[in-house]
């Protein structure tokens, strides 16, 4: 509504990208899992499996970038920071959104062509019933880089984000204790519950690349549902989870 009365905010624009990215990622998750527990042959042998690739990557990565966005608004709304850049930054607030949008732009075009290398030299390979490790372990490390290095980055702003939230709140509250009113602190609140949306993002997302793992290992014994379930649950706990925590908060 916002959007077509051309009002939407910074942050108006980062919760309705980050809510359309993750309902999308969502059905993703749950559409791969179900064609690969009911359907796998067929799946792998026509054009879908290739279409949800490429949808994943840009899904995935766009997700991040908008939790990304959400942690540094927080980040530089709540803290408080007397050094030179944080001011700078705190000034110039609205221009970062743009910076991140475009390395998410970044992001995709160093994702997309290698998951496409990836996609044809398995095309190319003789398979059985299910996608195969074909390909030396160094080799399949470097390939995941490559396609995650944008998820990698974004990750690592967030967890520095993360961390210089704790740091300003531990001052505030060493401040606080000079003076010390009885009063509940506004300020106070503003950080426990920013500190509560990041810290639930970072456990949730390491829980994603856990997820992720497992997911990956399962090609190595594809004879093994149960992995592949096991990963898949956890891969959604990420975006289901973290949803309900910026809902509740």
Request: glycine share 4%.
């Given at each position: 509504?916002?959007c077509?009365?051309?009002?939407?905010?910074?942050?108006?624009?980062?919760?309705?990208?980050?809510?359309?990215?993750?309902?999308c990622?969502?059905?993703?998750?749950?559409i791969?899992?179900?064609?690969?527990v009911?359907?796998?042959?067929?799946?792998?042998?026509?054009n879908?499996?290739?279409?949800?690739?490429?949808l994943?990557?840009?899904?995935?990565?766009?997700?991040?970038?908008?939790?990304?966005?959400?942690?540094?608004f927080y980040?530089?709304?709540?803290?408080?920071?007397?050094?030179y850049?944080?001011?700078?930054?705190?000034?110039?607030?609205?221009?970062?959104?743009?910076?991140?949008?475009?390395?998410?732009?970044i992001?995709?075009v160093i994702?997309?062509?290698?998951?496409?290398?990836?996609i044809?030299?398995?095309?190319?390979?003789p398979?059985?019933?299910?996608?195969?490790?074909?390909?030396?372990?160094?080799?399949?490390?470097?390939?995941?880089?490559?396609?995650?290095?944008?998820?990698?980055?974004?990750f690592?702003?967030?967890?520095?984000?993360c961390?210089?939230?704790?740091?300003?709140?531990?001052?505030?509250?060493?401040?606080?204790?000079?003076?010390?009113?009885?009063c509940?602190?506004?300020?106070?609140?503003?950080?426990?519950k920013?500190?509560?949306?990041l810290?639930?993002?970072?456990?949730?997302?390491?829980?994603y690349?856990?997820?992720?793992?497992i997911?990956?290992s399962y090609?190595?014994?594809p004879e093994n549902?149960l992995?592949?379930?096991?990963?898949?649950?956890?891969?959604?706990?990420?975006?289901?989870g973290?949803?309900?925590?910026l809902?509740?908060?």
């Amino acid at each position: 509504i916002d959007c077509v009365k051309k009002k939407l905010s910074m942050l108006g624009f980062i919760l309705t990208g980050l809510a359309i990215s993750r309902i999308c990622l969502i059905w993703i998750i749950i559409i791969d899992g179900l064609m690969h527990v009911f359907s796998e042959n067929m799946y792998y042998f026509s054009n879908l499996f290739e279409y949800l690739s490429y949808l994943w990557v840009i899904l995935n990565h766009s997700s991040i970038c908008f939790a990304t966005s959400l942690n540094i608004f927080y980040f530089l709304k709540i803290a408080n920071f007397s050094h030179y850049v944080f001011l700078w930054l705190k000034s110039t607030i609205n221009r970062i959104l743009p910076l991140l949008m475009g390395s998410l732009l970044i992001s995709w075009v160093i994702s997309i062509p290698q998951l496409a290398k990836n996609i044809n030299d398995e095309k190319m390979k003789p398979r059985n019933i299910t996608w195969q490790f074909n390909m030396q372990i160094s080799d399949f490390f470097v390939q995941q880089v490559a396609i995650n290095l944008g998820i990698v980055f974004f990750f690592t702003l967030s967890l520095i984000t993360c961390v210089l939230l704790i740091i300003s709140l531990w001052r505030h509250k060493r401040q606080m204790q000079f003076n010390a009113t009885g009063c509940r602190d506004p300020s106070m609140e503003a950080h426990v519950k920013a500190m509560k949306v990041l810290i639930s993002f970072i456990i949730l997302f390491i829980l994603y690349f856990v997820g992720y793992a497992i997911e990956i290992s399962y090609y190595a014994v594809p004879e093994n549902k149960l992995l592949f379930i096991s990963g898949m649950t956890t891969t959604a706990i990420y975006p289901c989870g973290h949803s309900f925590i910026l809902i509740w908060e």
